[in-house]
Nanobody, 121 residues
Framework: QVQLVESGGGSVQAGESLRLSCVAS????????MGWYRQAPGKPREEVAG???????MYADSVKGRFTISRDNAKNTVYLQMNSLKPEDTAVYYC???????????????WGKGTLVTVSS
């Protein structure tokens, strides 16, 4: 069992910042890729930022230059620093990870329950 718990969401004004955190816990061998998705009301879930399995980062075009993803492997934690927030960033933000369940390559996808970010103009 793997649990991902997000925190740091809230309500802010446009132009302000928030920092999301996601901690992984449970019984697993290691964590591979980690990242963040979001889902705005009435829209499909979209990928926001993430670390690939080789450690490189990716960002959605809509957040490049404003959001920064970082990771603390020792704490099994991934962060999303969100600056210059816009009303269109309003969404539920979900943490996701590819978790290695054993040492021979078996893995599973894990998702958190999400944290709400609301940006008002």
């Amino acid at each position: 069992q793997v649990q991902l718990v997000e925190s740091g969401g809230g309500s802010v004004q446009a132009g302000e910042s928030l920092r999301l955190s996601c901690v992984a816990s449970g019984n697993f061998f290691s964590i591979n890729a980690m990242g963040w998705y979001r889902q705005a009301p009435g829209k499909p879930r979209e990928e926001v930022a993430g670390f690939t399995h080789i450690g490189s980062t990716m960002y959605a075009d809509s957040v490049k230059g404003r959001f920064t993803i970082s990771r603390d492997n020792a704490k099994n934690t991934v962060y999303l620093q969100m600056n210059s927030l816009k009303p269109e960033d309003t969404a539920v933000y979900y943490c996701t990870a590819v978790v290695m369940t054993d040492s021979v390559g078996n893995s599973m996808d894990a998702w958190g329950k999400g944290t709400l970010v609301t940006v008002s103009s």
